[in-house]
T-cell receptor, first 116, second 111 residues
Framework: GAVVSQHPSRVICKSGTSVKIECRSLDFQATTMFWYRQFPKQSLMLMATSNEGSKATYEQGVEKDKFLINHASLTLSTLTVTSAHPEDSSFYIC????????????FGPGTRLTVL | SQQGEEDPQALSIQEGENATMNCSYKTSINNLQWYRQNSGRGLVHLILIRSNEREKHSGRLRVTLDTSKKSSSLLITASRAADTASYFCATDDTGGFKTIFGAGTRLFVKA
């Protein structure tokens, strides 16, 4: 299957700093990328959907100024957590869909963010 | 937003036993998928069942779908310790644009 990578896999930062997480599709062009967050022992909550070259669509309750998403190319989307606070500590997972089967999406390995 | 609930939230069984997990959802769907997640890792796609299908098999996995009850079940037969993970159902909205996950079942298989 197709491969999606995330970088970094783990990041620890101080409160008030911004953190950028990258999501890359390695062997296919991702027309759509999704960002999820997952708290311990909970499910994945969709944060936003991004299409290459256009603004991201955020789910209700997700602050777009807090979680900046850029999908500048067909293989890269970034999520920037601005002015991070301890409550932003979570596991962030991206996924990507290509131009193949509509239902098929490939998940990255996730990024563990810890804000001190 | 989450699409539905999964039942049970946690399940502990002995190796060799069967594990059954249930999922309910709220809206009309095109398909339903089951994923597996090992602790602190990404998701692995297990199986997809379309809205016009009632049952599907893949190896030791058996999935059923009842669209009238808006529910699905995942059966893992002859479980192994390596099956220990969290299992999530996920549905695509009727636009087929985004995938919404259920709450998940944490399965622990004791060797």
């Amino acid at each position: 299957g197709a491969v999606v990578s995330q970088h970094p896999s783990r990041v620890i930062c101080k409160s008030g700093t911004s953190v950028k997480i990258e999501c890359r599709s390695l062997d296919f062009q991702a027309t759509t990328m999704f960002w999820y967050r997952q708290f311990p022992k909970q499910s994945l909550m969709l944060m936003a959907t991004s299409n290459e070259g256009s603004k991201a669509t955020y789910e209700q309750g997700v602050e777009k100024d807090k979680f900046l998403i850029n999908h500048a190319s067909l293989t890269l989307s970034t999520l920037t957590v601005t002015s991070a606070h301890p409550e932003d500590s979570s596991f962030y997972i991206c996924s990507a869909k290509g131009s193949g089967r509509a239902w098929e999406q490939f998940f990255g390995p996730g990024t563990r963010l810890t804000v001190l | 937003s989450q699409q539905g609930e999964e039942d049970p939230q946690a399940l502990s069984i002995q190796e060799g036993e069967n594990a059954t997990m249930n999922c309910s959802y709220k809206t009309s769907i095109n398909n339903l998928q089951w994923y597996r997640q090992n602790s602190g890792r990404g998701l692995v796609h297990l199986i997809l069942i379309r809205s016009n299908e009632r049952e599907k098999h893949s190896g030791r996995l058996r999935v059923t779908l009842d669209t009238s009850k808006k529910s699905s079940s995942l059966l893992i037969t002859a479980s192994r310790a390596a099956d220990t993970a969290s299992y999530f159902c996920a549905t695509d909205d009727t636009g087929g644009f985004k995938t919404i996950f259920g709450a998940g079942t944490r399965l622990f298989v004791k060797a």
